[in-house]
Nanobody, 124 residues
């Protein structure tokens, strides 16, 4: 059974930084695209960033471009989301997801696996 486990969320002041981790158990991320989405109360799940495991190509939402960085560690089968210069509007539950294939999709319905989510709260 494949599982995605997120960690690293928390409470931070505006302008601060956090690093989220997503570890896969049960299979490797090879031949996959791994993405981060977020969802604030009363809103739809929103694409944040993704990375193609093979080759490392990335894509970001405009709202986080230049502030967030997605990366991977092949040896640990883990994907990271480094979040800098955080803003109150970044407050949400952040979800890690994975899809089998190489397209850098941004729609939640394109993803096959989901983690349980981790809360990120940015205070003003």
């Amino acid at each position: 059974q494949v599982q995605l486990v997120e960690s690293g969320g928390g409470l931070v002041q505006a302008g601060g930084s956090l690093r989220l981790s997503c570890a896969a158990s049960g299979r490797t991320f090879s031949s996959s695209v791994v993405a981060w989405f977020r969802q604030a109360p009363g809103t739809e799940r929103e694409f944040v960033a993704n990375i193609r495991w093979s080759g490392g190509s990335t894509y970001y939402a405009d709202s986080v471009k230049g502030r967030f960085t997605i990366s991977r560690d092949n040896t640990k089968n883990t994907v990271y989301l480094e979040m800098n210069n955080l803003k109150p509007e970044d407050t949400a539950v952040y979800y890690c997801s994975a899809r089998f294939g190489t397209a850098l999709a941004t729609a939640p319905r394109a993803y096959d696996l989901w983690g349980q989510g981790t809360q990120v709260t940015v205070s003003s």
